[in-house]
């Protein structure tokens, strides 16, 4: 009973619990860039094959991260397309595609964040909940005039790195544990967070926590606002983008007879919490025709 | 400039994190009994003097747990009416004060729990929050055709020890990090918690994360049932029922410059939230005049 192989950038893709869903997949997409430069093969068809491959089983790994999947798969249309008449070229080829879609996602990211930035403008503060590359980017062209409430968002705690980072650009920032979310809404001027993948409908798949924030945000009238990258749509309705369970060791316990720890990663956000969707190309309002 | 001087028993009260309010009320009035009963002063008048002022002064300790105000002051007023000419009678009647209000307020959660569980029935899901000897109570006597999810309610996490009780009466648990709540509420039949107090106007003061758990069951259209004895009712507007802060310390950093760790322990879960208020006395239904 051998365990399946895994390839390295699966283990890296399945054991990550501090980045993003875009940074992940850009993380991934820039390992596969280097894999593909340094390929010994001969054939290049063959070793198209055999990246698309790979990129298809990756595709797969992080069924909740809609970015993971739209990257890889423009990467193989992308390769698709390149000229297999030379190896070396169609190494260097393919790992220009990677990194080309890499900054392409960098420049999104960079837009939204900025269009946040825009519409929420200084001397507010802000509550999020776990740690979203593109909020962060939000919040680094607002500093210091902004100040933040981050939550923990157990398991793991990746709150704790948004905390440090907020430190080191000098934002005022108070950091609490999840259970007090419903505490803290009434204090800020809105919510925003990042989505992991947002669905059809506008649903929003994001960190366990996500919806408890906007269930809160609405009670005490405070917008919440969801910013991504256009990459993070995914054509499909909410109900049929899985929910990732990981291992519910990460909980530290308890172990006891009758009970079973569980490890539920995302939530969904239905769109009647959501006042905009911001995105490179622009910001949907709710109600917006 | 020396530490003013604490009472072992304003110790007790302010340092304890494992107690629900009513528990916590009763373990008071234990030990004030025991302290009366050994109290080695001889002039009755001045002995009662005395004990009704460290009473008093244990009343304001935590302001956001009503039983702990409700019980003291109820024990102030029966040994203002004993008899005080001998010191030994004294003593002994107002102990015997002390427990009956002990035996009282048990008696009254007893019944509270017996109502929350015909209410709900056999067979059941029933979510909860933080750890309330009511609702443990209720689940007792559901026990083993009851199944619950439990929260971790960080800091400090008492959920774990619901969770170990509940595994010793032979219940199968869902234990969850509190961050899951928006996830697990659709897999429940109802939410019942417990409260540290519930104001004038039913608005519930219960552990930080209680409001939560009601916006995502409301959400979700299962029923929010809180229960509790009589001794909780406050005859205060919700708003002027503090939220108890603690050390910052118990939720381990982190520390940084520009952040602030914040350990609000309660939250208030509006009346409109609420499906059923559940007391010894009876069941009040939102709606009910």
């Known amino acids: 009973l051998s365990e399946p192989t895994r390839h390295p950038l699966e283990a890296l893709l399945l054991d990550d619990r501090q980045h993003g869903a875009s940074e992940l997949a850009r993380l991934c997409l820039k390992e596969l860039a280097e894999l593909v430069e340094n390929d010994p093969a001969s054939d290049p068809a063959v070793m198209r094959d055999g990246w698309q491959t ?60 900025e269009r946040a930035a825009s519409l929420i403008g200084p001397g507010r503060t802000i509550i999020t909940h776990s740690l979203s590359s593109t909020v962060l980017a939000c919040f680094r062209r607002l500093a210091p005039d902004v100040r933040a409430i981050v939550t923990e968002s157990r398991p793991p705690g990746e709150g704790r790195a948004l905390a440090r980072e907020l430190s080191e650009i000098a934002i005022a920032t108070d950091f609490i544990t999840d259970q007090q979310l419903g505490v803290f809404t009434a204090r800020a001027d809105c919510a925003l967070v990042g989505a992991d993948t947002v669905a059809f409908d506008g649903t929003v798949i994001n960190k366990a926590g996500t919806r408890l924030l906007a269930l809160a945000a609405r009670a005490d009238a405070i917008p919440f606002y969801v910013c991504f990258e256009g ?17 519910p060791a990460e909980l530290g316990g308890p172990e006891l007879p009758h009970v079973t720890p569980r490890n539920v990663y995302f939530d969904r956000t239905a769109p009647e919490l959501v006042s905009a969707w911001i995105t490179e190309k622009g910001v949907v309002w709710a109600g917006d025709p």
Chains 1, 2 share one sequence.
């Open 54 to 113: 790979l990129a298809l089983r990756l595709r797969d790994v992080r069924p909740s991260m809609a970015p993971v999947r739209n990257l890889l798969e423009r990467w193989v249309a992308r390769s698709d397309a390149l000229d297999a008449s030379s190896a070396d070229r169609l190494r260097a080829q393919a790992a220009r595609a990677a990194r080309d879609l890499i900054a392409e996602s960098e420049e999104a990211v960079g837009t939204a964040a």
């Open 231 to 247: 990459l993070k749509r995914l054509d499909r309705p909410a109900a049929e983008v899985p929910l990732e369970r990981h291992n």
